[in-house]
């Protein structure tokens, strides 16, 4: 008996009973497309973030207080840390110790609300050089300008807002020199963004922008600041930045062994490997639950198909009377497994592939941002793969069992 005869045989025998033949299919195909969506949809979300956080720039560095972050002590430890003053800001704008430092600029997140006559909104209000955003992001005030050094310095109380705040807060469309309320103080507005939109981590349109020393002073009460954002010349300088401010700051702070560091620093080559690591984590532990359904559908093909055996037992009889040997039959039953498993895992790449696509268009929406229709052909080849390999391995023993009944009993089988 010829394969192709086998291979006949075997889609005989699935065509008579379709139904069972669907409903076996349905724990793979439900497998197979959960994970094309689980990859497509990992790979789009890395996909959008690694392009905002390129938008800072490859000579981006960031420098934080409180030691690098390897376990939970050390994250309760930095939510306290106090590393960061003035002192170091000054000593790291100094070219004789960083000469490659093109900018640098003190963050501070202000938690809060903001009230105009009444009405009250929650943006995300951070205290910043006010130009930092035009060199970060390249976007400038479309009404108004932004506020000074000289306003840094005497600790104005200036604000920069965005355009979802604009729209919020004055419907009159009158803005420049209102006054906005933050914790009890009044901050005069003297400039607008544009709508940007999701800029690297930042939503500009939901921004207040203040001076850095007002809000450090005058709404956290606070000496230290929470993040310094510098900027390298270029982005080959950046190693060396590095180790400039490494050097500049264990010397201030009396520091001999590098395990003894109380700041932090990150840079942008560093945010990327470590959204790729995170991304890729999570991608996987949700693709091997989701791969948790294709065991149970191979379970369930080896059921129906113990099932099959037993209902086709007469059949088996016959053909071995007839010449059919027992690896004939094997082979035969093995077959109407694979295919089983290959067809589920076809509809389950449509399925997954469509659903991917629904998916990217509903995200857009949700996010707001470019969301990229990633498929993933290492995902599609994978999915064809294990499809088949459970097909083998489930419908293995169903296919032994068949090739080892006794002809003679087989016929005489009721």
Not at 22 to 42: A, H
Not at 69 to 94: C, H, V, W, Y
Not at 242 to 260: F, M, N, Q, V, Y
């Amino acid at each position: 008996m010829n394969v192709k005869y086998i291979f006949k045989a075997a889609l005989f025998g699935l065509k008579i009973n379709k139904s069972r033949s669907f409903l076996t299919i349905l724990g793979i195909v439900i497998g197979i497309s959960s994970i094309i969506l689980i990859m497509s949809i990992g790979q789009s979300g890395e996909s959008l973030i690694l392009s905002q956080v390129e938008t800072m720039g490859s000579n981006f560095v960031q420098v934080n207080p409180g030691k690098q972050i390897k376990g939970p002590q050390d994250m309760i430890d930095t939510l306290f840390a106090d590393s960061i003053k003035d002192r170091e800001l000054k000593a790291l704008q100094n070219k004789n110790n960083v000469p490659d430092l093109m900018d640098i600029t003190p963050s501070l997140i202000v938690p809060g609300n903001i009230s105009y006559q009444g009405d009250t909104y929650k943006p995300t209000i951070i205290g910043w050089t006010a130009d930092w955003v035009g060199k970060l992001f390249d976007v400038y005030p479309e009404e108004g300008e932004f506020f000074t050094d000289d306003d840094i310095k005497s600790l104005s109380s200036v604000a920069i807002i965005g355009s979802e705040v604009k729209d919020e807060m004055f419907a009159s469309g009158r803005v420049i020199g209102e006054k906005i309320k933050i914790k009890d103080k009044l901050f005069k507005i003297i400039g607008v963004l544009p709508p940007s939109g999701q800029i690297s981590m930042f939503s500009l349109d939901k921004m207040v922008i203040i001076p850095y020393t007002t809000a450090q002073k005058y709404l956290l009460g606070i000496d230290y600041y929470q993040e310094l954002h510098l900027r390298a010349k270029d982005e080959e300088a950046v190693p060396k930045m590095i180790e400039d401010i490494k050097i500049t700051l264990r010397d201030l702070h009396g520091i001999d062994s590098p395990e003894d560091d109380d700041f932090s620093i990150t840079a942008q080559s560093d945010m990327i490997d470590r959204i790729k690591l995170i991304t890729n984590v999570l991608t996987i532990l949700l693709t091997s639950v989701a791969a948790i359904s294709l065991v149970v559908g191979g379970v369930g093909i080896m059921n129906i198909m113990l099932v099959s055996v037993t209902e086709r037992t007469r059949e088996i009889g016959l053909r071995k009377a007839i010449g059919a040997t027992s690896k004939n039959i094997l082979v035969q039953f093995l077959i109407e497994s694979i295919i089983l498993t290959v067809l589920g895992g076809a509809v389950g790449i449509v399925l997954g592939i469509s659903f991917s696509y629904l998916a990217s268009l509903v995200l857009v929406r949700i996010v707001g941002a470019s969301w990229d229709f990633i498929i993933s052909l290492p995902a599609i080849f994978l999915g064809l793969g294990v499809a088949g390999f459970v097909g083998l391995i489930f419908g293995l023993y169903p296919a032994k069992q068949a090739a080892q009944k006794s002809p003679m009993e087989a016929l005489r089988y009721e």
